[in-house]
């Protein structure tokens, strides 16, 4: 059979590992530094803990695990006969693949509420699974790391997750602007303009900004029932604006007595006083056209997205304030941060910002003319291992142009040649094939030379 | 609704996450010095890719993905009618989860034989799924970690998976034997008996001799055709006996002149050459009544079994011949080992091997009495964590004692208290947790004292 993979899945390969690991490790140790712990939930989830958790179409998007067994013999007959697909599903499939990282930290927390210590700071770093159609950033298994903090109304924890975010992208080289939003000033917005119970159109009209003009957006604004100069003014609204107390007043002006405004203005202040405690950053913007599609946020709303490059947004989140509600804990607040590995991977390839990822750790490979000198080398990298010097020894007898040949593809910079006169003169042979520079050395010294 | 777990799946929280951690951490750096690379699989493969590879039991215990969208509607109408699961199967259900890390490795490979450096040595470390009744010891997901070398003959490649193994649980603390055999032996002394055409049953029953005495299963081996003598002088064989040239010879003499017997003999002397440079190891032991189902093995044989405590193979591997040839490329040998995480991290607990990893990273707590404090502690924490250095500030305003408790129930050894007076002196008041020390430390010195 001539194998294949599974449509929008991949292998990743050495090369790609190590550069995939340099961005799990860099989030990984950002996430410590702020006191986040490690938490890993199943790939599989009871059907049930999924369905109705991300709307109709993420329903459809979700992987279902067959029942094992006779599956079939348990399935009602009835609906057997109507061949019903989506009615038969929940006869033949208890299990579904995690969709996100989100309703299983719910759940988890939900099942765990005596044992966790609140506020509970965890971070995930696991692969998702959706049935979406592949396309460019767009996979059917992919990686998401999340920072969320659980059991707290503190808008530290927003500025935490900012800084989080800066200090990621930093590390990692990416250019990046930070939007931030609240729910509750797009609220506001709505009342203003008296379209409240027009909100999830609203809203949805407004997540278009980021593809078309504004122009192109007002006929549709005008059938929700704003005016010329509602949209003029809303037009103002949702230009960004740089990150200060000065946009917050703005805003707040603009909005003055209209319900939730001055809630939503505390709350970017806030956010904006513990920023500020940190030297502030330039890079973050108010960015009231920010929605992502709101879902369950109901404050601060967060998007990144990569400077100098097209592709949509490579981390997000936001604030929460009934997560754990349908898991039967209702009244915990949360909010958190999404970094989807995949799309920062591609981001970094195209701006070429893999350059000092090593290929690998091994130092040097030793190499043999003959079993003799194999046996003196495999003792030899033992001597070494134990210093803790990756290394490796050319397992085979071949000849010396095929084993150069194989450190060079591997990316290993040293090569070091034990014949019959370096095993009796403890003098070996070294090439760097890198700086093709060569020289002898000390079988003694080998260890200080290779650190 | 109660959420709840897929049965025999598992939540890992912060406390067990990081002790596996310290568990994947150590077989990694291990698996590096010795020159392996990181490969990831995704967890669903074409189900044509999995079936047929883990015998008839295996293909039982894949986990199925349903077919998105209508996928009755592509059904067969009789097969459909007929509601004979297991014909259909394969109409509705056309992707499986990993079952284990080795026919992907082998899919991988055939599908890149081109762009891979052979010798290939690769190691992977991801969970597995099966539909296995939950038992001790044994879950629906849990994780393998494999090393495999791919392409090369060269017995110094067993050698060094010996070696890696012994580092490994060296470094975790975990007293072990080693068992080694070779199958082409094993085969030598099914040809001794004359029984080479029942060689399946006769591996069958020496795979319980571990389970129950020889003597129980003496009727079992006459009934293939074995006199008394013969098992008298087969219990001699399989005898653990110590790994040295002796016991070797003492084989070779006992199978003189049968078939295979010198080539499993040579392979075992070629190991044992390779850890003789390496000063030896003397937990390997010879071990002729250990066959592992034989699988796909063709070679030499490992298995690893924690001292002390009643449990499986902790690890386990060995030589096959023919991976890739079902995915079309054949003549490819190959060598592995594969650590099984879930059952180490058991042995681990019981023998209380946890008591030096760290519940946190995170060297201090900073605490407030108030606002004031918290803005003057996120500014600290902020420049601390410039430095590389792990901390957290309690989010809300909360009374000391539920400050402190936060900060013991994640094991945080030192809590620092900022009030006033501690502002504006410059001088912050730490307390120790664990030793109950307490003192005054400046602010600027305060990097270096947590470091």
Same mark, same amino acid.
């Given at each position: 059979?001539?194998?294949?993979?599974?449509?929008?899945?991949?292998?990743?390969?050495?090369?790609?590992?190590?550069?995939?690991?340099?961005?799990?490790?860099?989030?990984?140790?950002?996430?410590?530094?702020?006191?986040?712990?490690?938490?890993?939930?199943?790939?599989?989830?009871?059907?049930?803990?999924?369905?109705?958790?991300?709307?109709?179409?993420?329903?459809?998007?979700?992987?279902?695990?067959?029942?094992?067994?006779?599956?079939?013999?348990?399935?009602?007959?009835?609906?057997?006969?109507?061949?019903?697909?989506?009615?038969?599903?929940?006869?033949?499939?208890?299990?579904?693949?995690?969709?996100?990282?989100?309703?299983?930290?719910?759940?988890?927390?939900?099942?765990?509420?005596?044992?966790?210590?609140?506020?509970?700071?965890?971070?995930?770093?696991?692969?998702?699974?959706?049935?979406?159609?592949?396309?460019?950033?767009?996979?059917?298994?992919?990686?998401?790391?999340?920072?969320?903090?659980?059991?707290?109304?503190?808008?530290?924890?927003?500025?935490?997750?900012?800084?989080?975010?800066?200090?990621?992208?930093?590390?990692?080289?990416?250019?990046?602007?930070?939007?931030?939003?609240?729910?509750?000033? &797009? *609220?506001?917005?709505?009342?203003?303009?008296? +379209? !409240?119970?027009?909100?999830?159109?609203?809203? =949805?009209? @407004? #997540?278009?900004?980021?593809?078309?003009?504004?122009?192109?957006?007002?006929?549709?604004?005008?059938?929700?029932?704003?005016?010329?100069?509602?949209?003029?003014?809303?037009?103002?609204?949702?230009?960004?604006?740089?990150?200060?107390?000065?946009?917050?007043?703005?805003?707040?002006?603009?909005?003055?007595?209209?319900?939730?405004?001055?809630?939503?203005? &505390? *709350?970017?202040?806030?956010?904006?006083?513990? +920023? !500020?405690?940190?030297?502030?950053?330039?890079? =973050?913007? @108010? #960015?009231?056209?920010?929605?992502?599609?709101?879902?369950?946020?109901?404050?601060?709303?967060?998007?990144?997205?990569?400077?100098?490059?097209?592709?949509?947004?490579?981390?997000?989140?936001?604030?929460?304030?009934?997560?754990?509600?349908?898991?039967?804990?209702?009244?915990?607040?949360?909010?958190?941060?999404?970094?989807?590995?995949?799309?920062?991977?591609?981001?970094?390839?195209?701006?070429?910002?893999?350059?000092?990822?090593?290929?690998?750790?091994?130092?040097?490979?030793?190499?043999?003319?003959?079993?003799?000198?194999?046996?003196?080398?495999?003792?030899?990298?033992?001597?070494?291992?134990?210093?803790?010097?990756?290394?490796?020894?050319?397992?085979?007898?071949?000849?010396?142009?095929?084993?150069?040949?194989?450190?060079?593809?591997?990316?290993?910079?040293?090569?070091?040649?034990?014949?019959?006169?370096?095993?009796?003169?403890?003098?070996?042979?070294?090439?760097?094939?890198?700086?093709?520079?060569?020289?002898?050395?000390?079988?003694?010294?080998?260890?200080?030379?290779?650190?």
């Amino acid at each position: 059979m001539k194998p294949s993979l599974v449509k929008g899945t991949r292998d990743f390969g050495p090369a790609v590992m190590q550069r995939r690991k340099h961005i799990f490790n860099t989030i990984e140790t950002v996430f410590k530094k702020y006191g986040f712990m490690p938490l890993e939930t199943p790939a599989m989830e009871q059907l049930e803990t999924l369905t109705g958790k991300y709307g109709d179409e993420g329903d459809k998007l979700l992987f279902k695990i067959l029942n094992s067994g006779d599956f079939a013999a348990n399935a009602n007959d009835e609906i057997w006969q109507s061949k019903a697909s989506n009615k038969l599903t929940s006869h033949i499939s208890e299990k579904g693949l995690r969709y996100d990282l989100t309703v299983p930290l719910a759940r988890y927390v939900a099942m765990n509420r005596n044992e966790i210590t609140f506020p509970f700071k965890r971070y995930q770093m696991q692969p998702v699974w959706r049935a979406d159609r592949p396309q460019r950033g767009r996979y059917r298994e992919f990686w998401q790391c999340d920072a969320d903090i659980i059991g707290s109304d503190s808008l530290m924890n927003e500025a935490d997750l900012l800084c989080i975010a800066a200090e990621v992208f930093e590390k990692l080289g990416v250019g990046i602007s930070i939007h931030l939003n609240n729910r509750k000033i &797009l *609220e506001a917005i709505a009342s203003k303009f008296e +379209i !409240e119970a027009k909100f999830n159109q609203f809203v =949805i009209i @407004i #997540d278009k900004l980021d593809k078309v003009g504004f122009e192109t957006l007002i006929p549709e604004f005008e059938a929700l029932g704003l005016s010329q100069s509602n949209c003029f003014e809303l037009e103002g609204f949702l230009t960004k604006m740089p990150f200060s107390m000065n946009s917050i007043y703005l805003i707040q002006d603009k909005l003055n007595g209209i319900d939730k405004s001055e809630k939503g203005c &505390l *709350e970017l202040s806030d956010i904006f006083n513990f +920023i !500020e405690h940190t030297g502030g950053s330039n890079f =973050i913007k @108010i #960015d009231l056209s920010l929605a992502r599609g709101l879902e369950y946020y109901t404050g601060t709303i967060i998007e990144i997205k990569a400077n100098d490059i097209k592709m949509g947004s490579i981390s997000g989140g936001g604030r929460y304030d009934n997560l754990t509600g349908v898991f039967g804990l209702p009244g915990v607040s949360g909010v958190g941060i999404s970094f989807g590995i995949d799309r920062i991977y591609d981001v970094m390839e195209e701006l070429n910002l893999f350059t000092n990822v090593a290929q690998t750790e091994v130092k040097a490979m030793l190499c043999h003319l003959d079993e003799n000198g194999r046996n003196f080398n495999y003792a030899l990298a033992n001597e070494l291992r134990k210093e803790g010097i990756s290394i490796e020894v050319f397992p085979d007898i071949k000849k010396l142009p095929k084993q150069f040949e194989y450190a060079e593809k591997k990316g290993i910079p040293i090569v070091i040649i034990t014949g019959d006169d370096e095993i009796s003169s403890g003098k070996l042979s070294y090439k760097n094939l890198i700086t093709k520079e060569q020289g002898k050395i000390g079988r003694n010294e080998l260890g200080g030379f290779l650190k």
